[in-house]
């Protein structure tokens, strides 16, 4: 029997415009084949696609200073025992990731929550080194499957978030069966498509490969830095990444997302 298939994002506070989340809807609406639903979890869905299906979050018991640290912890609201009803196969996406082609198959893979490992296997080139290292900038689970994550952390989230830097490592150790995407499938633009140091100043990043389905912007830069037309820098010391970038900015467009100055200046 086919599972129902949600994609699901969050947006809170004002680090992410709209924008983000109707780009992300369009993109998985052209690549992702048969039916699913887009759910937004957020606390502002002013200027969303009226496609876009929004709830807001569930409380989990975070202080206001709380929801401010870094460890991304309201995510682990999604692990809900029950969340607003919904069913079946949950592939989640943080707003700051590109998909294309193929987004579709991270719903059937493995079993369990699937995420990605952003161990020494991601890096360029890969190397060898202990263990993995889960990631949960985009990744697979059964609506209600892993409940006990959620629990663990309301149980004393004073502790948890001492012992664990952020949620995905809180996730990894908490999950009932954790799988991995294969290489390739996600990769990452720091790690894979921007220059090395000094020919970051005169080459632009490379483009995504075809075989590539989803995109990652874990921390800076964030994708719209590379809309910009101005030549500000945008990547962090000692990378020097600066400009526009022209198929950022044409996944951008496709999707029907704006471009933050109207002087067009298409570059590599």
Partial sequence: MLKDRVVMCMKWGTLYPADYVNVLFNACRRHISGSFRFVCLTDDASDFLPEIEHFGIPDIGLSVEEWRLP????????????????R???????????????????????????????????????????????????????FGA???????????KDAAMKRF????????????????????????????????????LVLPPKRPPADCKVLAF???????????????????????????????VDYWETNGGTIPNSRLKREP
């Fill in 146 to 156: 892993e409940a006990q994550i959620l629990e663990a952390f309301t149980r004393d």
């Fill in 88 to 142: 079946g196969r949950c592939l989640f996406i943080d707003l700051d990731m590109m998909v294309f082609d193929g987004v579709g198959d991270l719903f059937d893979y493995g079993q369990g929550l699937v995420a990605t490992d952003m161990g020494p296997a991601w890096e360029t080139p890969p190397r060898d080194g202990p263990g993995k290292q889960v990631a949960t900038s985009i990744f697979a689970f059964d």
């Fill in 165 to 200: 830097q952020n949620e995905q490592d809180f996730v990894g150790a908490h999950a009932k069966s954790l799988d991995y995407f294969p290489p390739g499938w996600v990769l990452s633009f720091k790690r894979h498509l921007r220059q090395p140091v000094g020919l970051d």
């Fill in 218 to 248: 874990h921390g800076r830069p964030r994708p719209a830095d590379l809309l910009r037309p101005d030549a500000r820098f945008w990547d962090t010391f000692p990378h020097l990444g600066f400009g526009q970038v022209g198929w950022m």
């Fill in 71 to 86: 460890g991304i912890w309201p995510k682990l609201a999604i692990y809900q025992p029950d969340l607003y009803g919904l």
